[in-house]
């Protein structure tokens, strides 16, 4: 059992601020200030999971976030790594992938019969007999993946920040911090990113003056928040709790550091094998001593400095130093040029062997605590994404970038300096370039650069690695995320994968939840040894996004619809109305029944918001132009004042969209377009308009102007109440566009209809919708008026065999096929889809859209089967149920043949069945008498 | 994958408010051949470099204008409206010996 040390100066917990969250059911005490792990560690939990594969017992590792080891179920969030989240007062923590509990995990039996799972196992066993796979499938699969996925909504929205700053500094180490020091002072805009909520490792005083001076000179400093890659912009994205962050700048300065690496031997992965990141954060930040007998593993300064920190908080300490000479020590012992040849333990580490590196045997020492210390990869990931150039060092044994991007600056651990104050000076002079190359002023900086170019440079001595491998009983893990082992990797490389690449993708090494962080260096140096090739030949695996882990919900954002409603919405739901979704928009689908509301339309009066019409203003000389261009109708020979339909289509000959044009002045026309068409159509009608480069204006005012539509046989009485003007059938006559005041307010009235009754489109400035709504519906209270909504208006249409574009056509459907033939006058010189059109006969379609009544009570649904002799030869495409006909009617794509009155054919859907009859006029008022009247 | 696109009326903007209209090509209009015809309708360069393209403003000022931007790196080096492109030059992706482009 460990327990918590005497206070020191630099710590981070607040023993006066004492929290409390539940572990797996018991309650565990903590201080504000500390990691879940830290809490953990210091109420003498040693086992933090179990691993992916194997189940074994795993135990803290890195404490900086860098390897798999820690992840735990938090507040029902998968894969937190708990050895960095910061505890909170009543959280519920578990461990994962073990049962019943991770101390007795009855899978630990998986770590025996390993030798059934080699990499790539699933391709190689259980595939005779044939049923073996389909009885063992089902059982890998569950024992597969990490932690529980959440049910519940597990946070509240992300947000999404963009910042433009002139410098982007990602680290906020010494060099970090130095760089944008620099920047800032120089009055650039600066951004530093950290991961960490905490800087520094524990030492008072470590960064905090570089960190006070970036701050004072104006640096934005964004702790906890974690740039997990970079794309192209270059754009770097970083995750925050509660936002993600896309960030552009003018220069980007990597100061990423690096990430400790472990040594490969048997049993590397024992609860109690930690690296020194792990054992100096334990004591220095968190006041735990990890172990009371420890052995430390290095090859340099860092391992004795962690030495005397564990020497000093209380422990009994032994260094073996890889390097012959070793260095004297005072406090405790050193085994020089020597290294761990293998560990022994069950649930925590026992003893190791100490011996000659790449000998096999030694003497062994009983200990509770081994650290490796001072192995470093640089973290060249996120650099590497921006397209920056790698390579072998030999005095760092670690890739180094050699070349980078413009604009693109890396300082400190990731470009190679080992000791703070080379990292500084390397810091100071991506701060200094960044800011001259953007132009801001800097007196000294030729003296200061030449003087920091001196101190840049890293004069510490030559790393020396410990040997690829151990030797002794026992796995040599290279890869913790995916329980990979040399012998596995040794394995593979003789089954011809032999490059990192292709080990990567077949025994997943650098793919888990570390992402390579914690295996990288292993994996390399093991997968040279087994190609006899050599570490500098052997580059890392290609960096991708992310290079932290991001919760999908960050990148996901706000989940938000868009959700449009009319300036008379509130009308409509005062009146009862149900409402359904059209794009983007909230329309009344009915008000009372649709039935009754039909009722109304056809024998007194109804109202029905359209304010969702996209419309257009065209204005300018050449208007005309345009539209002769865009439309297959003539325009040319429109009146003032007139209105003609319109049917938009593309150069192919396939129907947009239909629409009715109004000529409201000599240069000036009124366009309008099916609502769920708007955005695409004004994109589509500008594009043209740019392209021809012609002299108009095409303003979208779809938002600008309400409208509704006012029909029935009692409609013109109801607008003459409304309305000074004379609305007599000879003064606003049918396709007439009229301008006059409707209940005081401005408007186009559009004698248009579009459910064959005598009806007025009314446009006027959107924000009268109530005024009119409820002017009209007084004025037309006398007659019986009702609101009517979309499903009335569907049924109307369809008595009238008014089509719906995009419902009863599709993306073949040109305007001979559904007997528009009229619309297309093909002499014109040029429209869009003139060409499309000559290639089709207009007299001999393929197929058509008819109209048909259905016998029967059942309703064909959209998209039910037209059969010929047990052939599917068409569908159906809109269908309801009519008052007026009684029966069934409807639109359906039918053989060309068939299109004449009276043809039957067989409709299918599942079991039912119905019999359709060709129509091939609008089954209500075929004339056209009422609309026109 | 978004970058920043220079609209002539509004400056740098994130290429997601932007609507992107396709590479420029040119309408077979009406005494167009059957070829080129076809080229236009169902064919495109699908350079691999620079080309000249058509972007929307959609949630912006709406405008349509020309861009050159380089197919593989999204690199834009220049934005301009229609009318402003110079007379008599062709668009970039429009090259010698791509005969069935009008």
């Known amino acids: 059992m460990t327990e918590r040390i005497g206070a020191r100066a630099g710590e981070e917990i607040r023993r006066d601020r004492p929290i409390s969250f539940d572990f797996e059911g018991r309650s565990v005490s903590a201080f504000e200030g500390d990691t879940i792990g830290s809490a953990l560690a210091a109420a003498g939990v040693t086992i933090t999971g179990r691993s992916f594969k194997y189940h074994r017992a795993r135990g ?39 049962w019943p509990s991770v101390t007795f995990d009855v ?23 044939r049923w073996a796979w389909k009885t063992v499938e089902p059982f890998i699969r569950s024992k597969a993946g ?70 004072e000179a104006g640096a934005r400093i964004l702790l906890g928040s974690a740039a997990f890659g970079v794309f192209g912009g270059p754009l770097v994205a970083a995750a925050a709790a509660d936002r993600l962050y896309r960030i552009r700048a003018r220069h980007l300065v990597f100061a990423t550091g690096a990430v400790e690496q472990g040594a490969v031997f048997p049993n590397n992965d ?73 560990a022994e333990g069950r649930r925590g580490i026992r003893e190791v062997v100490v011996g000659r590196p790449g000998e096999e045997g030694g003497a062994t020492l009983p200990c509770d605590l081994l650290v490796v210390a001072g192995f470093q990869a640089p973290s060249t990931n996120l650099l590497a994404m921006t397209g920056a150039e790698l390579a072998f060092d030999e005095d760092a044994q670690a890739f180094l970038p050699v070349s980078l991007p413009p604009n693109v600056h890396a300082a400190g651990a990731v470009a190679g300096a080992r000791s703070r104050e080379a990292a500084e000076a390397q810091g100071r002079i991506a701060g200094l370039e960044a800011a001259s190359a953007l132009g801001a002023p800097n007196a000294d900086a030729g003296d200061r650069l030449e003087r920091l170019r001196t101190q840049a440079v890293e004069g510490g001595d030559p790393i020396v690695l410990p040997p690829e491998f151990g030797h002794g009983h026992g796995k040599q893990f290279a890869c913790l995320c995916m329980d990979v082992t040399r012998k596995e990797l040794k394995t593979a490389v003789a089954e011809g994968f032999d490059s990192m690449e292709l080990l990567k993708r077949y025994t997943t090494i650098t793919m888990g939840p570390c992402q390579g962080k914690a295996c990288m260096t292993a994996s390399q140096r093991l997968c040279s040894r087994a190609t006899g090739s050599s570490f500098a030949g052997t580059p890392p695996t290609t960096s991708r996004p992310p290079w932290v882990p991001v919760e999908l919900g960050t990148l996901a954002g706000w989940r938000r619809t868009p959700r449009k409603e009319t300036t008379m919405h509130d009308r409509h739901a005062d009146a009862g109305a149900t409402f359904m979704w059209a794009g983007d928009w909230r329309r009344p689908h009915r008000y009372t029944t649709p039935e009754e509301e039909v009722e109304a339309v056809r024998t007194g009066v109804g109202l029905i918001d359209v304010s969702t019409l996209g419309k257009f203003r065209v204005k300018g000389p050449e208007a005309v132009t345009l539209l002769e261009r865009l439309y297959p109708n003539r325009f040319s020979d429109l009146e003032l004042g007139r209105i003609r339909y319109g049917l938009m289509l593309n150069d192919e000959g396939v129907i947009l969209d239909d629409g009715t044009v109004a000529r409201v002045g000599e240069d000036e026309f009124f366009v309008t377009v099916t609502t769920g068409n708007t955005a695409a159509l004004e994109r589509w009608i500008t594009w043209w308009n740019a392209d021809w480069a012609l002299d108009v204006r095409v303003l979208n005012v779809s938002g600008a102007y309400g409208a509704v539509n006012l029909a029935g046989p009692s409609a013109r009485e109801v607008m003459s109440a409304l309305t000074d003007a004379d609305v007599s059938a000879e003064a606003v006559k049918y396709l007439s566009a009229t301008t006059m005041d409707v209940a005081g307010v401005p408007a186009l009235v559009l004698r248009i209809g579009f459910v064959g009754e005598l009806g007025y489109e009314i446009h006027f400035p959107s924000m009268y919708g109530e005024h009119v709504w409820d002017a009209i519906m007084a004025a037309g209270e006398p007659h019986g008026i009702k609101p009517f909504g979309l499903e009335a208006q569907r049924i109307l249409r369809l008595e009238k065999q008014h089509i719906l574009v995009g419902q009863d056509t599709d993306a073949e459907s040109d305007p001979y096929e559904v007997g528009m033939a009229w619309a297309v006058k093909a002499e014109k ?10 290639g089709l006969d207009a007299e001999a379609p393929g197929e058509r859209l008819v109209g048909f009544t259905a016998s029967g009570d059942w309703l064909p ?32 794509w039918v053989p060309a043949g068939w299109a004449s009155d009276g043809t039957t054919f067989e409709i299918q859907f599942g079991s039912h069945r119905a019999t359709g009859t060709v129509a091939m006029h609008p089954f209500y008022d075929p004339e056209g008498q009422r609309l026109r009247s | 994958m978004t970058f920043l696109i220079e609209c002539p009326n509004c400056g740098p903007r994130e290429a997601l408010e932007f609507s992107y209209g396709g590479e420029r090509s040119h309408r077979a209009g009406p005494e167009a051949s059957e070829t080129d015809l076809a080229g236009y309708l169902f064919f495109r360069d699908n350079v691999d470099g620079w080309q000249t393209e058509w972007w929307a403003h959609r949630d912006g000022c709406r405008a349509w204008f020309l861009a050159e931007r380089h197919t593989k790196t999204n690199e834009v080096r220049r934005t301009f409206r229609p009318s402003d492109h110079d007379e008599g030059a062709t668009d970039v992706n429009v090259g010698a010996g791509e005969a069935s482009q009008v």
Request: aromatic share 6%; hydrophobic share 40%; glycine share 12%.
């Open chain 1, 861 to 892: 649904p959209e998209g039910a089967s037209v059969v010929h002799e047990g052939v599917w030869v068409g569908r159906v495409t809109s269908a309801r149920k009519s008052a007026a006909v009684g029966a069934i009617v409807g639109l359906a």
């Open chain 1, 270 to 342: 024992l609860p109690g094998v930690m690296l020194s990141s792990a054992a100096e954060l334990l004591v220095k930040r968190y006041r735990v001593l990890p172990g009371r007998h420890a052995v430390v593993l290095t090859s340099g300064e860092r391992g004795y400095e962690t030495a005397a920190t564990l020497r000093e908080a209380g422990a009994e300490v032994t260094v073996v130093d890889l390097r012959p000479q070793g260095r004297s020590a005072t406090g405790f012992r050193v085994i020089a040029g020597s290294t761990i040849v293998a």
């Open chain 1, 146 to 215: 990490l932690g529980t996925v959440p049910r519940e909504k597990d946070h509240d929205p992300r947000e999404v920040h963009n910042l433009h700053p002139d410098v982007l500094v990602i680290g906020a180490g010494a060099a970090g911090l130095a760089a944008a020091a620099e920047a800032a002072s120089s009055g650039l805009s600066t951004v530093v990113l950290d991961e960490r909520t905490t800087l520094g490792g524990g030492e008072p005083d470590e960064v905090a003056g570089l960190e006070a001076e970036a701050r």
């Open chain 1, 829 to 838: 010189d040029d429209f869009l889809g003139k060409r499309g059109l000559e």
């Open chain 1, 107 to 129: 899978h630990g039996w998986l770590n025996t019969f390993s030798f059934m799972m080699p990499p790539g196992f699933y391709y190689k066993i259980f595939h005779r007999p």
């Open chain 1, 60 to 98: 803290l590792y890195c404490m900086t976030g860098s390897c798999p080891n820690c992840l735990m179920q938090v507040d029902g969030i998968p894969n937190v790594r708990s050895c960095i989240e910061p505890v909170r007062e009543g959280m519920r923590v578990q461990r994962q992938n073990a």
